[in-house]
């Protein structure tokens, strides 16, 4: 099962920290892949946070058709970053791996933020389309002070790959993923963290209903639902799906991935709304066992699961600094010096929430609302 | 020369016991003439008669054979094509010394003979055709193991619930913010249908009338019980022909569908007790089919309309009912369906779910197109090939009609492919617990994307022992002599039904479907939503089946 590290903090801080904790949970991730997410850039990219950042790995082709394609819809680049990568024995180097922060095209400069998402997450997927049969693109995420980094390999191997203890590459979130990789191929869009217009989510366990989701999710016509190399992918766009596309708050997104029953509902006060999202999301249920840690636009993160998941996950932490991880022990490296009476296993029925800048922690009850 | 064949001189035009369906196996030692078989023989296919036999015997010690004719006394098969063994056996219960049993005879050519006076067979049942079913080639595969592990049937907790009734897109919620929270916006206008959580396993329309007043009851008793006492929300349709008006007013209308058929029968009785009326009903059902007869009306044979049925019917006693093959009002499916859905949607001031009922057939994803543009269309019901009847012509219960497995899935994929798959429940039936795998057959349909499915056939043997099956055994619904008491209203034959035992075996029945279902469930990791349209999970060892389900190939 994937192990699952994420950090969020009032302070940036090094990729590495993540990686280190994922590290002491070596013996629950075999070395497939590591995914990291950041959000709220620091280090080279503090002061672009308006130009949306996208991320990727190119082959010496696939750059020139990178680089021509955002030519031509008016991207202009302000800033690139590549890490300096250092040889590691096992982990096969490709071409170009890049970060690169653009100024919006002329016309959608002063578009609100809803057209401009729009279309950064198009241009995202009409680059993923091309590269993907040859793999000479892969673009993991376009969006503002947002870095995606992802690479089969042991994490640790390829944190010193990538540079990240050298690099001064820093954020204030960042969601780690190392990867156990079970029934899907070793595939870099099948690794998490999964990243759609701000939101973005990792999971471990194994989703039992992800077809009937997919087939949800793809028949909204709603052209960023798509991809799903993993069955976690959908967790993520659920995400999207609830918070961004039908407005609901945060914390409906446990009330569609794990619904409770009639008789639960009637103790809750908007037990009518309830009852008709249960119905009308009936095929988001997942059903898992899962455990999900995402964050939204605004920088809130958050932990979920559903009654099946027989290991909880943990957060824990200190004022300004918590951490939302798969194991306690991944925990105690990323934050030893806590009062470890107050961490915190969800349950089934509950929804830890950290809000941005690690200001406080959150358990919602989802029975009593 | 003998003059055994009375006056004929051959036997040309008259049949051999090897045309006829099942032969009667008779052992003369062990019949003690008691009399019983022939006298319970529903279609009197067997008769006490005396023969005469010639017998040889010797004695002392050297042979003498001595002739001897002998009057005996035997239990002999006719051969009037009228009165062919039917094969249900009630001779084999009756007798005291197992000495009398019918025989399916495979080479038979019963339907070469049996329309007589140009009539074509009819009868009930279902398709006569034991093969395997597409259902029973449908295998659970994806297996929970270690990276989900498999959940315990026994005492994990299982919602096994779906919904009926017309669902809202998300989008399309009435929904409004306060304080970070959402309510139900009650300024808003929009219509908010009607759905009910309930078992995923219905049982589908028997009239009152096509089964005896034992057998409907028991059901009924049955369904109550369930809902009552073991918390399972089964529903049951009430199939044409009204419903008893004490039950119209009582508080467990909300366990039965009404249905209503093109011949409207017991309409104007149903519609009077409105006003009396404490509970909705759980759903109405409007019939444009059945998956045994497509295209076919329905017939209550005037025998069967004794003074009960006639005055649930509303009509005069002792005449053929008969229910038109469309209903009359149809001009277009806008005419027919969508004013017929909201004329009883109406009727009950939109608090009932409404939904059409269909035949397996090719043309039925237009129906359903028509139905997913339809805002108060509550459903769609598929009757496949394989479902039963209490009467219908052979030709159109063995060649009419589409199976359900195909028919299901591309109509569930027509849904997926607009987004609509959640908005209205497709109800599958047709054939399912044919070889009495009820929970499978139910779960691959689920899994093939139905909302629920509905049972008749499969009940009338487990709760009511009905003899009917496959190789036409019994099939005798149409005639009113149900030799089980279950579909006939004869008081000396339905008093051999006892109600309560009838409902005691739908608990059972429907309790045992439940356990199974978990057995299916649990090992597949799923337990808190009915895992619909759930494709992935499904595997058949036939090649093209899979395609065309869209499933694994498994072997």
Request: charged fraction near 25%.
């Amino acid at each position: 099962m994937c192990r699952l590290a994420a950090i969020t903090s009032n302070k940036y801080f090094s990729p590495m920290e993540n990686i280190l904790a994922l590290e002491t949970m070596k013996e629950g991730h075999d070395g497939s892949g590591l995914g990291l997410t950041l959000k709220n850039l620091g280090g080279e990219f503090e002061d672009l946070k308006a130009y949306p950042v996208m991320s990727g790995i190119c082959s010496r082709r696939g750059v020139e058709i990178l680089d021509d394609y955002m030519d031509k819809l008016g991207f202009k680049l302000k800033h690139e970053w590549t890490p300096k990568i250092k040889p590691v024995k096992g982990i096969v180097q490709r071409d170009y791996y890049f970060a690169k922060a653009y100024d919006y095209p002329k016309s959608y400069r002063d578009k609100p933020m809803h057209e401009k998402e729009d279309l950064l997450m198009n241009t995202r997927i009409a680059l993923r389309k091309i590269g993907e049969p040859d793999e000479s693109i892969f673009v993991f995420s376009f969006y503002p002070d947002v870095i995606t980094l992802k690479e089969v390999g042991d994490p640790l191997e390829l944190g010193e790959f990538f540079g990240l203890d050298r690099d001064g590459l820093k954020a204030k979130i960042i969601f780690a993923q190392g990867r156990q990789n079970t029934n899907y191929q070793i595939y870099l869009y099948a690794c998490h963290p999964f990243f759609i217009q701000g939101y973005c989510s990792m999971t471990n366990g194994e989703n039992t209903a992800f077809v009937p989701i997919r087939e949800f999710l793809t028949s909204r016509g709603f052209p960023g639902y798509m991809g799903y190399n993993s069955d976690s992918e959908v967790f993520t766009h659920i995400l999207h799906y609830a918070v961004r596309q039908l407005n609901f708050p945060l914390i409906y997104y446990k009330d569609v991935v794990t619904p409770l029953k009639i008789s639960e509902i009637e103790n809750r006060k908007e037990s009518g709304a309830l009852r008709l999202i249960k119905q009308s999301l009936r095929p988001l249920c997942i059903d898992g066992p899962n455990m999900v840690i995402g964050f939204t636009p605004d920088g809130t993160c958050f932990m979920v699961q559903d009654s099946k998941k027989l290991r909880p996950g943990v957060v824990a932490g200190i004022k300004g600094k918590y951490a939302l991880m798969s194991e306690e022990c991944g925990i105690d490296k990323a934050i030893p010096k806590r009062d470890k009476s107050m961490d915190i296993f969800p349950m089934k029925y509950d929804m830890v929430i950290v809000s941005p800048g690690a200001e406080e922690v959150k358990v919602w009850n989802q029975l009593q609302g | 020369m003998e003059p055994a064949a009375g006056l004929r001189l051959d036997h040309n035009h008259q049949l051999s016991l090897r045309e006829f369906p099942y032969i009667i196996r008779w052992r003369d030692d062990r019949c003690k003439r008691c009399g019983k078989c022939t006298a319970v023989c529903p279609v009197k296919a067997i008769e006490p008669t005396v023969k005469v036999q010639r017998h040889v015997s010797s004695e002392g010690d050297f042979p003498a054979p001595k002739a001897e004719r002998k009057v005996i006394q035997i239990v002999e098969q006719v051969t009037d094509m009228e009165r062919y063994c039917t094969g249900c056996g009630t001779c084999t219960l009756v007798c005291p010394n197992e000495a009398i049993e019918p025989e399916f005879n495979p080479q038979n050519k019963f339907l070469h003979y049996k329309n007589k006076g140009g009539e074509g067979y009819k009868r009930g049942g279902r398709r006569n055709d034991p093969a395997i079913s597409t259902l029973d080639r449908l295998k659970f595969t994806r297996i929970s193991m270690l990276t989900d592990p498999a959940l315990d049937a026994g005492r994990h907790e299982f919602r096994v619930r779906t919904l009926l009734g017309r669902i809202l897109p998300p989008e399309e919620l009435p929904l409004k913010i306060e304080n970070n929270k959402l309510f139900v916006n009650k300024d808003s206008s929009k219509f908010i249908p009607p759905v009910r959580e309930i078992y995923p396993i219905m049982i589908g329309s028997m009239s009152v009338g096509a089964l005896s007043p034992p057998m409907w009851e028991g059901l009924a008793m049955g369904v109550s019980y369930l809902n009552e006492v073991e918390g399972m929300p089964v529903v049951m349709c009430s199939g044409e022909g009204g419903m008893p008006p004490r039950l119209l007013k009582s508080k467990y209308l909300k366990y039965f569908i009404i249905q209503i058929a093109s011949g409207y029968f017991g309409w104007d009785e149903i519609i009077h007790a409105l006003p009396h009326m404490v509970e909705d009903p759980a759903a109405i059902e409007i019939k444009y089919g059945q998956g045994a007869k497509p295209g076919d009306g329905g017939l209550l044979m005037a025998q069967k309309v004794l003074k009960l049925i006639a005055s649930i019917r509303g009509v005069p006693q002792f005449i053929d009912l008969a229910s038109p093959p469309t209903h009359q009002t149809k001009y277009s499916i806008e005419e027919a369906v969508a004013k017929m859905i909201q004329s009883m949607s109406m009727a009950w001031g939109f608090r009932v779910p409404v939904y059409p009922k269909i035949s397996g057939t090719r043309t039925a994803r237009a129906v359903l197109n028509n139905l997913a543009r339809n805002p108060y269309a509550a459903a769609l019901s598929i009757d496949g090939e394989d479902g039963g009847t209490g009467a219908a012509y052979n030709v159109s219960m063995d060649k009419m009609g589409h199976p359900i497995a195909s028919n299901l899935r591309e109509c569930y994929l027509d849904l997926v492919k607009q987004g609509k798959q959640n908005e209205l429940p497709l109800i599958a039936a047709g054939g399912i617990g044919k070889k009495g795998n009820l929970a499978a057959n139910a779960a691959a349909l689920i899994m093939l994307g139905a909302s629920a499915v509905s049972i008749g056939k499969y009940l009338m043997q487990a709760a009511a022992d009905c003899f009917g099956d496959e190789s036409n055994r019994c099939n005798l619904c149409n005639t009113g002599k149900c030799p089980r008491g279950i579909t006939t209203q004869d008081p000396k034959l339905y008093r051999r039904l006892d109600s309560d035992k009838v409902a005691e075996r739908v608990v059972e029945t429907f309790k045992a479907a439940d356990v199974e279902l978990r057995k299916i469930f649990a090992p597949m990791g799923r337990s808190t939503e009915l895992p619909i349209g759930m494709s992935d999970g499904l595997s058949t060892d036939d090649k093209a089946m899979a395609e065309r389900l869209g499933v694994s190939y498994a072997c």
